[in-house]
């Protein structure tokens, strides 16, 4: 068998055959070797692979070593693999060239150049389209099972998959349905595919697989951002090749199992997720989903800034993905099954029907320690409350309409005409429109003023400790009220910002929420960082501590654990980009890496009431690169109380002092 490498210096496999094929991306021409394709049909399993390579191959080389991977199976006879590739500047073999699309077979007789096409768009719904009809055309055997794999970034409900690095651009939802339906078409009875997967981030949602419903019987995909050791392809079409009678349920599983088993090796496996969904379940999921989202507006409808800041609360708490916050980017992905759970007493009469539809339309899942209440299939939540991306959601074909219909309000205060209609006949059936967002609409509400809340007003009791009392009204502004701590030195005419958390004492019920400093920090090798918190659970905080790791930005993913009381260092890796993809490069801390920390500052003699981003300390991660809570020393430190919104906004309450002096806490206003 031929072994690709990285220094393959053009060699292939296959020298007997000179096979002639031309492919125009236009669509107008697809000619493939007919007695290739005969010799090649006949078998039961052809698994395509779209390989948009992008930075992740550019920069790391893992499209490269997925492909060396596959290369270490022994394929059967009836076992094939048709690869497309590109989308990338660079790549780390000497196969794949840049600036052109590479079609290539690994068969039973190894891997093979088809042939080197024009450069086209992998974000492109035409280029997937042509990928399928070149398969389809060369492949033309009714007894196939066939499984399709997308290799690449993902995004989510509205980031999509395979961001072309040269391009920008991405497969969208309606882009996978069009180009799937336009080759193969579509069939809830007999669909014609057994098995899509995404080696991607974030695309186990319940709009990915309603957009496959009639496309595929399966799906696996993962809710999380994947590692970037991804898929294991030498144990999972080795499994598939030693037992090609397989259905597409048990080729995920064993997708899943190897793909956390190359978690743990790699290191990765506390956040993974990577789930199997049987798309006939959609259907009824799809009901399930569409009542939540009734129930929703109609209560909505009566009590917007209540019911939203109720439900922001439970999206908040519910278990997420990417990061959702300033420092990591916004993914607006949430486990539905969690969020459902958390809403039984504000939508007690659809949120358990949910839950269930969950539950049947899950057939497997696998999940690390610290993403243990995920339930297989994420939904959108708009967590920062952009309007361009909620522009995009309500363009999504696989959306519920009373998802759009929710989202819409909260975000443009807007009771659209379609979200009248969907309540007063309860189902979306004969409603062919969709809500539109308007910047200036004259009918638009304010649900959350939460400037209203900037400076509040914060009084200490005689235990010493800063209180803020909010009345229901303002409450009903909050998702979350969390804390901001600054270190404040007159000498150095500095302001310190140190970060967020959640480590307040918070009665709801009261209105009431106290401090809970004890003149400690989180600290990286005894250096101060500045931290961000991202979940929150009963079991454990996810913080978020921006660092340049040997010169890059990135964030070091940090876990608080309740159970051992420690902070355990997750790895580090970029956040979120400005089109909604997840980085899927997650990188162990190494002895000899140099961090620096990274804070944000302002002058207090200067006019500037914004903090801008800083570099701080330098230092070596070492053998034992730790986090852990210790004594910020004396000195002056501001406390604020903050404010957030179920739409991402905040606001700061004043100013608490904290004097620390040989370790005693003094509070002032």
């Not at 009875?189 to 709009?207: H, K, L, V, W």
């Not at 089109?579 to 899927?584: A, K, L, P, Q, T």
Request: aromatic fraction near 10%; glycine fraction near 10%.
């Amino acid at each position: 068998m031929c072994r690709l490498s990285r220094n393959l210096l053009g060699k292939f496999c296959l020298a007997i055959m000179v096979v002639l094929a031309a492919w125009v991306w236009c669509g107008k021409l697809s000619v493939y070797s007919q007695a290739e394709a005969a010799n090649q049909a006949g078998g039961n399993w052809l698994i395509y692979w779209y390989i948009c390579g992008a930075d992740l191959e550019s920069k790391n080389g893992f499209a490269t070593t997925d492909l060396i991977e596959l290369t270490k199976v022994k394929l059967p006879p009836n076992v094939r693999v048709f690869i497309l590739t590109g989308g990338a500047d660079k790549w780390q073999n000497d196969m794949m060239k840049p600036g052109e699309l590479g079609l290539y077979l690994y068969d039973s007789n190894g891997i093979k150049e088809i042939g080197r096409y024009e450069d086209a768009d992998m974000g492109a719904a035409k280029t997937l389209e042509s990928f399928l009809t070149v398969g389809k055309g060369a492949f033309a055997d009714e007894n196939l099972r066939l499984a399709f794999v997308f290799w690449n970034h993902g995004g989510g409900s509205v980031g999509g998959v395979c961001q072309d690095e040269r391009t920008g651009n991405s497969l969208s939802l309606n882009d996978i349905t069009n180009a799937f339906t336009k080759v193969y078409g579509a069939s809830e009875s007999n669909p014609p595919f057994e098995m899509i997967g995404f080696d991607a981030c974030m695309m186990a949602s319940y709009d990915t697989a309603n957009a496959l419903k009639g496309i595929s019987r399966y799906m696996t995909a993962s809710e999380e951002r994947e590692p970037g050791n991804g898929w294991d392809y030498t144990r999972w079409v080795g499994a598939l090749a030693h037992n090609p009678y397989m259905n597409g349920a048990e080729l995920g599983r064993v997708i899943c199992d190897s793909y956390m088993k190359g978690c743990r090796e790699y290191g990765a496996a506390d956040l993974a997720t990577l789930s199997v969904i049987d798309i006939s379940k959609i259907p009824a999921l799809g009901r399930a989903y569409e009542n939540y989202g009734i129930e929703a507006l109609k209560l909505a409808a009566n009590n917007a800034g209540g019911f939203f800041s109720e439900f922001g609360r439970s999206a908040q708490t519910a278990e997420n993905y990417g990061g959702n916050n300033k420092e990591q980017g916004y993914s607006d992905m949430v486990d539905l099954g969690d969020l459902a759970s958390r809403t039984t007493g504000l939508l007690p009469l659809t949120s358990r029907g949910l839950m269930n539809a969950v539950d049947n339309a899950v057939v497997y899942k696998v999940q690390g320690k610290y993403r243990s209440r995920g339930n297989g299939i994420s939904g959108f939540y708009a967590y920062d409350g952009d309007r361009t991306v909620l522009e995009k959601y309500l363009e999504q074909k696989a959306v519920p309409l009373s998802q759009k219909c929710l989202y819409h309000y909260m975000l443009s205060g807007v009771f659209s005409q379609e979200a009248k209609d969907l309540v007063a006949k309860g189902i979306s059936q004969d409603i062919s429109t969709v809500p539109k967002v308007h910047e200036d609409d004259a009918q638009a509400q304010r649900f959350f003023p939460v400037k209203e809340l900037e400076d509040k007003f914060v009084d200490i009791d005689s235990n010493g400790d800063a209180f803020v009392t909010l009345t229901n009204r303002e409450m009903d502004m909050l998702s979350s009220v969390h804390c901001q701590l600054v270190y404040v030195s007159e000498k150095d005419d500095i302001l310190l910002v140190l970060g967020s958390d959640s480590n307040i004492v918070a009665d709801w019920d009261k209105g009431v929420f106290k401090d809970n400093f004890f003149g400690k920090w989180p600290m990286l090798n005894g250096h101060p960082v500045y931290v961000e918190i991202t979940a929150e659970d009963d079991g454990y905080n996810l913080y978020a501590v921006p660092i340049k790791l040997n010169g890059e930005r990135c964030n070091l993913e940090v876990a608080y654990n309740y159970k051992d009381q420690k902070y355990h260092i997750l790895g580090a890796r970029k956040g979120i980009d400005s089109s909604g993809m997840g980085s899927r490069n997650l990188v162990q801390l190494k002895r000899d890496d140099r961090i620096t920390t990274i804070h944000y500052a302002m002058i207090l003699s200067g006019n500037d009431t914004n903090p801008q981003e800083v570099e701080v300390d330098t230092f070596s991660a070492g053998d034992n690169p730790r986090v852990a809570d210790e004594d910020v020393g004396d000195g002056l430190y501001g406390y604020f109380f903050e404010f957030v919104t179920p739409t991402g906004k905040s606001a700061l309450s004043n100013m608490v002092q904290f004097t620390i002096q040989n370790g005693k806490i003094t509070t002032s206003t």
